[in-house]
C-alpha cells in the first residue's frame, strides 16, 4: 500500500491536534515509578507494563503483559497485515532516581518547563530514557489509526522492563518467541539526535561489561588506631586496583585490552570530520574543558569508537556525616567497560578479573558479580530501510538526517541479530543534555511532537 | 591522710558486693544513644550528661553540666580537701553503630555473654569506650565514699561529650575554666590494658589529623556510555590520589612526613622486645595474616612509634542496589593521619592538600573540611604519680603493671598539659578485641570489675 500524500498530511495533522493528549498519556506513563534495578518497585513495573498493554488495546493492538521471572515483557500486534512487518522495541523501566536532593522537581510528577530561550521541555525521570521516547512511537500509531483506521505497515511491539537493570531475561523470552517476534526489520527508539534540528540514525553502538567487587581484608572494621599501618585497608587497595586500570596516557591497561580494537576506517572519520563536532562545548555542556582519557585520540573518536572503563560507583568505610577513625573491613566498586566491534565481552570480563585477583594480598579475598555484558553492534548503512527512514526523517525536520556512532549500549540490537536474525534501525530524538541517568531528566517537546510525527513518515515510507 | 589495710581492704569488699548494681547503672548509661558526631542525636549527649549529674551528686560531689557551643561538659568537685588534687577525664559521647547489620544484638541495649571459655563481657555500643571505663573511676569514688564517707584524696572530674567527633569545644572550656579544673594530676581512663592479665599505663599516644576531601569534575552525573572516557571520572581521580598516598614499600608519599620523626631510642625498643608482642596472634585477632605499612617495621614499631595515613571512608557514584552506568559529579573521602612526637599537625596537613591540589585536574576542584588535629604526647616515665600507680596496679591483678605506647591518639592529654600545665596518667581496662569503634563493641567484665578496685587502689596510694 503506497501513502498518497494527502493521508499523510492527515495524519500528521492528527498528531498536532492530538498533543495535548498525548503529553498528557506520557505524563500518565512517567508517573509509575518503573525503577527495575530496586526490587522494592517491582509492583511498580507491572502497573508501568499493564498501563502500557491497556492503552495499546485500546487502540486496537492484541497487547498483553507477559510473565518473565523478572519484570513482564509488553507484546502487541496491531490486526493490519498488510506490507512489510516491523517490530518496534523500547524499555518500560527507568534508572534509580538518587540523589534525589539535586532534583529540582519531583521525579514523578511531571512538569513542563520554558526556558529563557523558550525552549520547552518535559521533565521527569524516563522523560528521555525512555518512556517519552517509546511513546513517540506509540502515538504515531494511534494517529494514523485515528485518521485511516489501520496502520500502512505490519507493526508488532517489544517493550521490555529490564534494559536499566542489566536484565537476562529477554534473550529467553526472544529464544521462547522467536516465531511471534521475527520481523523484516526492528526499530528501536533508545537514542540522540544528532542535535536539536538535526535528525540522525545511529550505526554504531558499544557494547558493555558490567562488574561489581567486593574486597574484604579484616574480618570486622577495626580502630585506625589500633590497626592503622599493620591491617591492611581494602580502601586502599581498591583505590590502588582503579588507579592501575588507566595508564598516563589515559589507555585502559588490561592486558589485550585493545587487541581487537580497529581503527576506524578514513572515510568514516571524514564522514565525522564533516559533521564539526566541537569538543570544546561538549565538553563544556559538562562543565568541563580539559578532555580525559587517551590523550591522542579525538573527543568523538573516544566516546563513539574507543573502549572505556569507567567507575561507577564506589563505597567503604564511614561515609556519614562527621568523622569515624576506622579501617573498614570491606570496600566495593561497580565498574564497567564499553565494547567496541570485535571485542569479546568474555575476554574483557576474565582480563579485568585476573587484574583485580593477581592485586589482592594473600590474606584479603575479592568477589565478583556481573552486571551485563554485550558485544558492540554495528548496522549494515546500505538496507532499503535504513534508505527509507532517512528519507522520511529528512522530511519532517527538512535537514538532511545523518549517520551516526554512539558511546551508548543497546544489546537487544544484537540479540535481534543473533536470536531473530534481524537488523535493527536505531531512531531516536533525544538530546545530549536530556540529563538521562541524572537528577532533572527532561525531554523535548519538539522532540516528542517531531519525534511522533517523524514515525509517522518513517512508517508511509515503508509502505513504498 | 595514709589508707590503712583494713580501710581499703573494706572499700575493696564492698566494690565486690556492689558489683550488680554497678552492672545496672553502666547498663542504664549505655541506653543513652549519645552519638555525638550526628546533630540527631544531640538530646541524647544531653542526656547523657545530665545521667552522670544526677549520678555524681547522689553521691555527694557538687556536679553540674556546663553548657558549651557543642554537648555539655560535665564537671564535679567532692567535697573533701585533704591529699593531692587529681583530676579525672572520661567521655560519654560514643561512636556511630553502622553498620548496624552487623550487630548481633541492639547496640544500646547492654546484655551480659559468656564466652566458650567462660569470658564474661558486657555488649553495647560505648561498653568499652568510654562509658564503661569512666563508670570504672565513678564506682571506685562511690565504693571510698560508702565504705569511708570521703575519698582519700581530692577528686575533680571533667567528663566530655565530643571526644569522638574531633569536637572543639573542650580547649576553650579548660581555658575559660583553667583555675577551677588546675589539678596536680589528670587521670585518663580510656585506653587498654597489655592483655587481660596484664595491667598497664600508656605513656605515649598519637597525634591525629583528619581530613575530609571532595573533588568535583563535571557539574551533574552523567552518562557512562555518552561521556566515557572524555569527561574526567572523580571516582578515578580520587581513587589515583589515594594509590599515591602510599608507596611500594609501605610508607607515606607526602614530601617530609618522616622529617620529624625520631627512632624509638634502643632502650625503649629493648623493653618492647621484652614484652613478647606477637605479630601473628595481634594480626589473627583481626582476621589478616601479612603485616601492611612499611615493610621494614615492626608491627608494635609500626603501630605504636610510626605515623599512619589510613583512608577511613570514600564514596562516589551509585552505590545502590543493581547497576547505573554514571560518571559522577562528584567523589569524597575521609582520611587520618596518626602522629608521632616531633610531627606538627599543621605541616602534615598542609603537605597533605599540597599533595591532593596538585593532582586535581584543571577543570576540577576540591574541597578540604578538618576534622581535628592534635600532635602526639609522650608522658614523663618518672613521677611519684606513675610510680604509686603503678605499684597500686600490681597490687590489684598480681602481676607487674607494664609501661606501653599506644596507636591512638587522646588529644585532650596534650590540653591537659599546654592550658592546664598538667601530666595525665593513662590507665585503662580496654582489651585489644573489645571491638571499640566496630560492631558488637564490648568490656571485659574482669575489666570492669577489677578496673573499680584498680581505682580504688590508686586513689589509696596517691594518699600516701
Known amino acids: 500500500m503506497t501513502v498518497s500524500p494527502a493521508t499523510l498530511d492527515a495524519v500528521l495533522a492528527q498528531v498536532d491536534a492530538d498533543l495535548d493528549n498525548s503529553l ?38 492484541a497487547a498483553s503483559a507477559r510473565a518473565t521471572p523478572g519484570h513482564p515483557v509488553v507484546v502487541a500486534h496491531a490486526s493490519a497485515t498488510q506490507g512489510p512487518h516491523v517490530l518496534f522495541y523500547g524499555h518500560y523501566d527507568v534508572q534509580p532516581v538518587d540523589p534525589l536532593a539535586l532534583w529540582h522537581t519531583d521525579p514523578f510528577a511531571a512538569v513542563i518547563q520554558t526556558d529563557a530561550q523558550g525552549r520547552r521541555t ?20 494511534r494517529a494514523w ?58 550505526t554504531m553502538l558499544r557494547g558493555l561489561v558490567g562488574e561489581e567487587i567486593e574486597i574484604t581484608c579484616a574480618a570486622r572494621d577495626l580502630h585506625s588506631g589500633m590497626f592503622g599501618n599493620a591491617a591492611r585497608n581494602p580502601n586502599q587497595v581498591l583505590a590502588e586496583i582503579i588507579a592501575s586500570l588507566r595508564a598516563p596516557d589515559g589507555s585502559v591497561t588490561l592486558p589485550g585490552f585493545y587487541d581487537d580494537v580497529a ?7 571524514a ?114 530501510y535504513l534508505q527509507q527512514a532517512l528519507a522520511a526523517l529528512t522530511g519532517e525536520w527538512n535537514k538532511d538526517a545523518v549517520i551516526t556512532g554512539s558511546g551508548g549500549s543497546i544489546p537487544v540490537v544484537g540479540e535481534f541479530k543473533s536470536i531473530l536474525g534481524m537488523d535493527t534501525l536505531l531512531i531516536g530524538f533525544a538530546q545530549v543534555d536530556d540529563n538521562i541517568h541524572s537528577p532533572n531528566e527532561k525531554y523535548d517537546l519538539d522532540s516528542f511532537h517531531r519525534g511522533i510525527r517523524s514515525w509517522a513518515r518513517v512508517l508511509a515510507a515503508f509502505a513504498g
Not at 36 to 50: G, H, I, L, N, P
Not at 148 to 167: A, D, I, Q
Not at 263 to 269: F, G, Q, R
Open 263 to 269: 581503527e576506524v576506517p578514513d572515510a568514516v572519520k
Open 271 to 384: 564522514q565525522w570530520q564533516g559533521l564539526g563536532f566541537n569538543e570544546t562545548a561538549f565538553l563544556a555542556e559538562a562543565g568541563l574543558s580539559i578532555p580525559a582519557g587517551e590523550s591522542a585520540r579525538s573527543v568523538l573518536e573516544q566516546t563513539w569508537s574507543r573502549p572505556t572503563c569507567e567507575i561507577n560507583g564506589m563505597i567503604g568505610g564511614y561515609t556519614g556525616d562527621g568523622f569515624k577513625t576506622v579501617i573498614p573491613a570491606k570496600a566495593s566498586a561497580k565498574i564497567s567497560f564499553r565494547l567496541v566491534s570485535g571485542m569479546s565481552p568474555d575476554k574483557i570480563r576474565a582480563a579485568f578479573r585476573q587484574h583485580v585477583r593477581s592485586r589482592i594480598p594473600a590474606d584479603c579475598s575479592v568477589t565478583f558479580k556481573e552486571h551485563g555484558g554485550s558485544a558492540a553492534i554495528t548496522v549494515p548503512a546500505d538496507g532499503i
Open 145 to 202: 489509526k485515528a485518521v485511516n483506521g489501520t496502520l500502512p505497515v505490519r507493526v508488532s511491539l517489544l517493550l521490555e522492563g529490564e534494559e536499566e537493570s542489566g536484565g537476562k531475561n529477554l534473550p529467553p523470552f526472544m529464544v521462547a518467541n522467536a516465531d511471534e517476534l521475527r520481523a523484516d526489520i526492528a526499530l528501536v527508539c533508545d537514542t540522540d539526535m544528532w542535535d536539536r534540528t538535526t535528525p540522525s540514525i545511529t
Open 24 to 61: 498528557d498519556r506520557l505524563t500518565a506513563l512517567l508517573a509509575i515509578q518503573s525503577i527495575s534495578t530496586d526490587s522494592a518497585f517491582a509492583a511498580d513495573c507491572r502497573r508501568a507494563a499493564q498501563w502500557l498493554v491497556d492503552d495499546l488495546v485500546a487502540q486496537g493492538f
Open 122 to 141: 518535559i521533565v521527569a525521570r524516563g522523560a528521555s530514557d525512555d518512556k517519552g521516547q517509546l511513546m513517540t512511537f506509540i502515538e504515531a500509531c
